[in-house]
């Protein structure tokens, strides 16, 4: 018990220290987790999912670095637009086969 009360404990502290951060974060699990659902079930609404969540991830990293630097910009930025041509590929892939 003692476990779980310590990940609950930085579970909130991660969300009140720095929320986009943390948003983000959620952002790209539930990316994760949808991809993962759609490579078991092959439905389509699953991928655009996914992929929605991780443009919306990346381009609040952009925005977020844009407007506040952090002493990893570069990487963060580079990450973001990693995702963003990734998903944009996603995307190409769910079009090309309807």
């Known amino acids: 018990m003692r476990f779980w009360h310590f990940w609950f ?21 539930l990316a994760i987790a949808m991809l993962i659902v ?24 952009l925005v977020r670095e844009a407007i506040a630097p952090s002493p990893d910009m570069r990487v963060n930025q580079l990450a973001a637009v990693f995702f963003l041509s990734i998903s944009l590929y996603g995307f190409v892939y769910v079009f090309q086969s309807l």
Do not use: K
């Not at 720095?18 to 790209?28: A, K």
């Open 9 to 29: 404990n930085a579970f909130v502290l991660s969300s009140q220290y720095n929320p986009p951060r943390f948003v983000e974060m959620l952002m790209v699990l």
């Open 38 to 61: 759609w490579n078991f079930t092959l439905e389509i609404a699953f991928m655009i999912l996914g992929w929605s969540f991780v443009v919306g991830a990346s381009i609040s990293i």
